[in-house]
């Protein structure tokens, strides 16, 4: 288990680390309603999809501890963040657990949090059996202990190779606009002692075409019933690439974050965030006057371009239909 610990709950508050800080300042927020926890999530204190979800469930809690709605607590965290499925699969959890009750409603967001932990070592060891030794993976955004609660799920199949003794090393997107990638799992690959470099997001491509990169394991926001996979924008780009030149595509996720309720991708919900995270870095604007942006958060990879899904029920492959069918039921959620 590392030693990470993006959420905690204590009882009578969901301590959460501020990961718009990191890595330059390390600091903690205590929210002690769901209100101050969707603020967390929306403006990404909190991030990640399973560590969204794990976040929402002691939401709920609070609020059943508070005497509020909880359903109304839920909707609004529902809102928070549109692509991600674990945030509406964990509130569905709790509130069918619970029913208003604040002791079970926070014994299931405990559970909840403990089945990721073992989720993510079960992702980690069939992910590193799948990684040659001595390979360099490619990774984008963050999916480690940040946005899981456990090991992570992409950065976990990376963490688990390297205690292994493979001798991996790591390429790490930056990740535009908020640089995940270079602020979050470069630090996390630190503490790690993983071998790693950051790299622009531009760069990738060539790399993999120039033979640097033997695997790229990512993680998902959203896996729809055909395996289509929605994931941090600039996810599907190195799909193509990685296609073009023979380089295995992986994705790393707990089967909680499948969505057998969506057909394909084309009915994934894609979050568009606002233009000044792509008009200004670092809170100085870079754009001229007048310049408009897009800001979508995620792009969807077909499942064509998916060479496997690592899940803690096993590695899954095409025909991708029938492999989800084979493990969603095992957490099937009334909605």
């Not at 208003?100 to 926070?106: E, V």
């Not at 292994?164 to 602020?183: F, I, N």
């Not at 033997?214 to 996810?235: E, M, Y």
Request: with cysteine; glycine share 10%; charged share 20%.
């Amino acid at each position: 288990m590392t030693d990470i610990q993006p959420v905690e709950w204590r009882g009578d508050a969901l301590r959460i680390l501020d990961q718009t800080l990191l890595p330059g300042v390390v600091r903690y927020i205590d929210a002690r309603d769901a209100a101050a926890v969707a603020e967390a999530i929306r403006r990404l204190a909190v991030r990640g999809a399973p560590l969204i979800g794990i976040a929402a469930a002691y939401a709920l809690a609070l609020a059943a501890r508070r005497g509020d709605d909880v359903r109304q607590a839920a909707e609004a965290l529902a809102a928070t963040r549109p692509t991600a499925v674990n945030l509406r699969w964990a509130l569905d959890r709790v509130l069918a657990a619970s029913a208003g009750d604040a002791t079970l409603a926070a014994a299931e967001a405990v559970r909840i949090h403990e089945e990721q932990i073992a989720a993510d070592e079960r992702i980690g060891r069939l992910g590193a059996d799948l990684i040659a030794a001595g390979a360099t993976i490619l990774t984008h955004c963050n999916a480690g202990a940040l946005a899981t609660g456990g090991i992570g799920t992409a950065l976990g199949v990376i963490k688990t190779a390297h205690r292994d003794g493979k001798r991996v090393r790591a390429l790490v997107d930056e990740t535009r606009p908020l640089l995940q990638g270079a602020r979050l799992t470069a630090w996390e690959l630190a503490q790690e002692g993983v071998p790693h470099e950051i790299i622009v997001d531009a760069a990738a491509a060539g790399l993999i075409a120039r033979g640097h990169v033997q695997a790229i394991v990512v993680g998902a926001d959203r896996i729809a019933a055909n395996g289509d996979v929605a994931n941090k924008v600039g996810t599907y780009g190195l799909a193509l690439a990685a296609q073009a030149h023979g380089v295995p595509f992986y994705i790393a996720a707990p089967v909680s974050t499948i969505d057998t309720a969506t057909a394909s991708g084309g009915g994934i919900n894609i979050e568009e965030r606002g233009e000044d995270e792509v008009l200004s870095f670092a809170s100085a604007r870079t754009a001229p006057d007048g310049s408009a942006a897009r800001n979508p958060s995620f792009d969807v990879t077909p499942a064509a371009l998916v060479s496997a899904i690592i899940t803690e029920c096993g590695v899954l492959r095409a025909p991708y239909a029938d492999a989800i069918a084979g493990v969603a039921p095992k957490t099937a959620v009334a909605r």
